[in-house]
């Protein structure tokens, strides 16, 4: 049995309810409801399993290990430290599961600490003994060669010592400031020092500037293969030369988790962008949140670091391998082996997409939509590209959220600016850890000559839109693209997300008065077709619920899918739990977070929940509704949760051509039928991987959108 399916102790399920009673039941009840920071670590732990899962390749199973360690740093970093924020100043707040937050932390610290010891276990049991099987090693100390050595004492020499500053502490050197997540080692010292000084205790920061890991030249290694070594080790190996004429009695390796969210005062800021410049720079040294500590530290020196940094033994992990094993992923690129990953893929093109002639004519004959990665994210980038040197296109509007440090989205846009057009850009400073990547594309395009605004003040924009306009003839024409997604592209190969390119004139002019908005001001303006946070989408969502409650009562057939990456929004909730209690049947593909608890009797026993984690990251939000037969479907940006639908900036678009509709409903059931990269919440909030019958047949909706969308998939996999 995995964490994922034994992580909370077993409910009692209610009893059987009559229909008096489901009428009286409290949908507000705290009983109802999970809380959403452990279900997101349950998210998390999930991406860690698939380490174990054979049906990845033995390179993407270490990706995803290293990928559960980047993922805890952030909860750390952003829940952990909220949570934390809370209980200091006296600002508790509990949420619709009635959990107070002291309760909900130490539930975090409980099942972090059994999560973190698994995936050393997985890492030192399961992976580096599959790895060494396969010729890839990571070289301990002992197993050293005298050449390989040599080798290293240089490395050590020339890159390392130059670098390193060690710090002896005594009451002239106090402990120091140490970098959120930052490599250092506690070295135990004897003896005395050139001014007589003898404190016993020093810290050594790793230069950051240094890779993690170092693979060894292919000459140093007889038996071919792949061998590495952590910088860990030979500053371990080395650190006596650091202290000349002393005694290392030990060095341990630790390394401390900071509060690393922004806090900006936007009623007492009048500059985003210089306020933003200004948190950027102490990111790196916020509250202490965590520390992690070499496992074979001595209780002592543990003792001294937690006091130093103000933390509990709840605060304190310690770890039976690297401190940080996220940074293990720079190895993989490094290792040379296509048959240990999974096989590259070529995306598809729908058929209308025609890059021989103009993609505003391709848009002009139908509406296109694509799905990211298994169809390709090129006729995005060059719809802009087009735009930007054709001189019949007049202007351009754009909202960026992630874009990539080398975006050719940015690109064009910068040429578009260049070349004359109006180019107006809503760029969202405060996209958690981009945003000093966006304060640098927004320079770049005001020194273009774009003119850059950073959306609503209180409301990040995240809305995924691009507005372009054409003069054709004596008429101007708009053409648009919607997405579920960043306008990324090296996410757009590791994510899944809808784009929608349309010259429809009403969703045209919706997106119009979205961009006025955003850059002006002014009243609310009505929108026809689509769905617009803050204003209509939330409410607009628990209408077309309720009419699927409606449909039910009278006896129709009903039927809601939604697939989002998250599920919290309380009113949102309770919708679907009426829909469930009127019979109506609803399906639900939510990644990570969900508060919503399934398959309680006279509440929820018409729900279903599964998380589908694979090869790609699940990022379509989709939501779907039988309508009585005269189903409708919208995609968009936003995610069933508090920040998406009340206080973000966001955008839903109807899919109303059939054969699209038709294809994204054929789409979004693979997902409900998907038996083997999908986990199913049950009612006391943990998950259990599906698996098929022994008569079903095998379904993985990545593997079959791979199969049917893109234009060479490699050799087959599950995914």
């Not at 959990?99 to 698994?118: F, G, M, N, W």
């Not at 050590?156 to 140490?178: A, E, K, M």
């Not at 102490?282 to 209780?299: Q, W, Y």
């Not at 639908?645 to 839903?652: F, N």
Request: charged share 25%; aromatic share 8%; net charge negative.
């Amino acid at each position: 049995m995995t964490i994922a399916e034994n992580t909370q102790t077993k409910a009692e399920q209610p009893p059987e309810l009559s229909m008096t009673d489901v009428q009286d039941i409290d949908l507000n009840s705290s009983e109802f409801y999970i809380n959403r920071e452990l279900s997101h670590l349950q998210f998390n732990i999930r991406v860690l399993e698939q380490a174990l899962d054979e049906a990845h390749p033995l390179l993407d199973r270490l990706f995803f290990l290293c990928i559960f360690s980047k993922n805890l740093d952030e909860f750390f970093e952003v829940r952990v430290a909220d949570l934390v924020h809370q209980l200091t100043f006296n600002r508790e707040q509990s949420g619709i599961d009635g959990l107070h937050p002291a309760q909900v932390l130490d539930e975090i610290y409980s099942l972090c600490s059994t999560t973190v010891e698994r995936q050393y276990e997985i890492l030192n049991d399961t992976l580096l003994p599959q790895l060494k099987e396969q010729n890839i090693h990571f070289l301990r100390r002992a197993e050293w060669n005298d050449e390989q050595r040599i080798w290293i004492r240089d490395y050590f020499d020339d890159s390392i010592q130059p670098l390193i500053s060690p710090i002896g502490l005594d009451p002239s050197h106090p402990f120091p400031r140490l970098v959120n997540k930052s490599l250092n080692f506690i070295v135990a010292l004897d003896g005395k020092d050139a001014f007589g000084r003898q404190t016993g205790l020093a810290i050594i920061p790793a230069p950051r500037s240094l890779p993690r890991t170092l693979r060894l030249p292919d000459e140093l290694v007889q038996e071919g293969g792949d061998h590495f070594v952590f910088l860990s080790s030979i500053i371990h190996e080395y650190a006596d030369e650091l202290f000349p004429g002393m005694t290392v009695k030990g060095c341990y390796q630790f390394r401390v988790t900071r509060n690393a969210d922004l806090d900006i005062d936007h009623e007492e800021t009048s500059d985003l962008a210089s306020a933003l410049e200004d948190e950027l720079h102490s990111r790196n040294f916020g509250e202490e949140m965590r520390l992690e500590v070499a496992d074979n530290c001595p209780d002592e020196l543990i003792s001294f670091l937690l006091r130093q940094f103000n933390l509990d033994e709840s605060d304190l992990f310690k770890v039976n391998g690297p401190v940080n094993l996220g940074r293990l992923i720079e190895v993989i690129d490094q290792i040379n082996r296509p048959d240990l990953r999974y096989p590259p893929f070529t995306p598809g093109l729908p058929k209308n997409v025609n890059f021989k002639k103009s993609i505003f004519e391709s848009i002009r004959a139908k509406d296109t939509l694509l799905l990211h990665p298994f169809e390709s994210f090129t006729p995005v980038v060059d719809l802009l590209r087009e735009a930007a040197k054709d001189p019949s296109v007049k202007s351009i509007k754009q909202t960026l959220y992630r874009t990539g440090a080398k975006s050719e989205i940015v690109n064009a846009l910068v040429d578009a600016a260049r070349n004359g057009k109006e180019v107006t850009v809503v760029i969202e400073l405060r996209a958690r850890f981009d945003e000093e990547e966006n304060l640098y594309l927004a320079n770049r395009l005001q020194e273009a000559g774009a003119v850059v605004v950073y959306g609503v003040v209180g409301y990040k924009t995240h809305a995924k839109m691009m507005l372009i306009v054409r003069k054709e003839g004596n008429q101007y024409r708009r053409y648009v693209h919607l997405g579920t997604g960043n306008y990324h592209a090296g996410n757009a190969r590791a994510y899944t997300d809808y784009s929608f390119m349309t010259c429809d004139d009403s969703i045209c002019e919706d997106v119009h008065k979205v961009f006025q908005q955003l850059t002006g001001m002014g009243e609310v303006m009505r929108v026809k077709k689509l769905f617009h946070a803050p204003f209509t989408l939330h409410k607009r969502l628990i209408q077309l619920i309720d009419r699927e409650r409606e449909h039910a009562d009278a006896g129709k057939p009903a039927l809601i899918r939604m697939k989002a990456n998250g599920l919290t929004e309380p009113k949102v909730i309770r919708a679907l739990y009426r829909a469930s209690q009127s019979g109506v049947k609803v399906e639900l593909i939510i990644r990570g977070m969900c508060s919503l608890r399934p398959g309680i009797p006279g509440v929820s026993e018409n729900i279903e929940v599964r998380s589908i984690i694979g090869r790609f990251l699940e990022h379509t939000r989709v939501y779907y509704f039988l309508n009585g037969g005269n189903d409708e479907i919208y995609a968009g940006s936003a995610d069933l949760m508090e920040r998406n639908l009340l206080r973000r900036v966001e955008t839903a678009f109807p899919v109303e051509t059939n054969k699209i509709k038709e294809r994204m409903k054929e789409e979004l059931e693979i997902y409900v039928k998907d038996n083997t990269q999908a986990w199913v919440l049950q009612t006391d909030g943990s998950y259990v991987r599906a698996q098929p019958g022994p008569d079903d047949e095998t379904i993985s909706a990545q593997s079959w959108l791979l199969d049917k969308l893109a234009a060479s998939s490699g050799t087959p996999s599950a995914s």
